[in-house]
Nanobody, 119 residues
Framework: QVQLVESGGGLVQPGGSLRLSCAVS????????IGWYRQAPGKEREGVSC????????FYATSMKGRFTTSRDSAKNTVYLQMNNLEPDDTAVYYC????????????WGQGTQVTVSS
């Protein structure tokens, strides 16, 4: 059974940092791209970043470049999202999702973790 479990969310002050984790089971990162998405209240879900299965290449939404970093630990089958210099607009539920190589959509989603940026 494929499962993605996010953790690491919480309340942080503006300018602070958080590291989210996405623990993956049932598949290996060698064959799946992993994406991070977020959804703020009243807004549509938006892409944050993704990391390629093949070589670990990373891609970011424009507003996250320079502040967010995605990485993976293949031995732990875990993907991370390091978020620095957080802003109130980053408040959202963050999800990770797995996309089988060659597929056009993300097949499996985690349950999400809440990130709240507030003073």
């Amino acid at each position: 059974q494929v499962q993605l479990v996010e953790s690491g969310g919480g309340l942080v002050q503006p300018g602070g940092s958080l590291r989210l984790s996405c623990a993956v089971s049932g598949i290996t990162l060698d064959y799946y791209n992993i994406g991070w998405y977020r959804q703020a209240p009243g807004k549509e879900r938006e892409g944050v970043s993704c990391i390629s299965s093949s070589d670990g290449s990373t891609f970011y939404a424009t507003s996250m470049k320079g502040r967010f970093t995605t990485s993976r630990d293949s031995a732990k089958n875990t993907v991370y999202l390091q978020m620095n210099n957080l802003e109130p607009d980053d408040t959202a539920v963050y999800y990770c999702a797995a996309q089988r190589v060659g597929a056009t959509t993300y097949d499996v989603w985690g349950q999400g973790t809440q990130v709240t940026v507030s003073s």
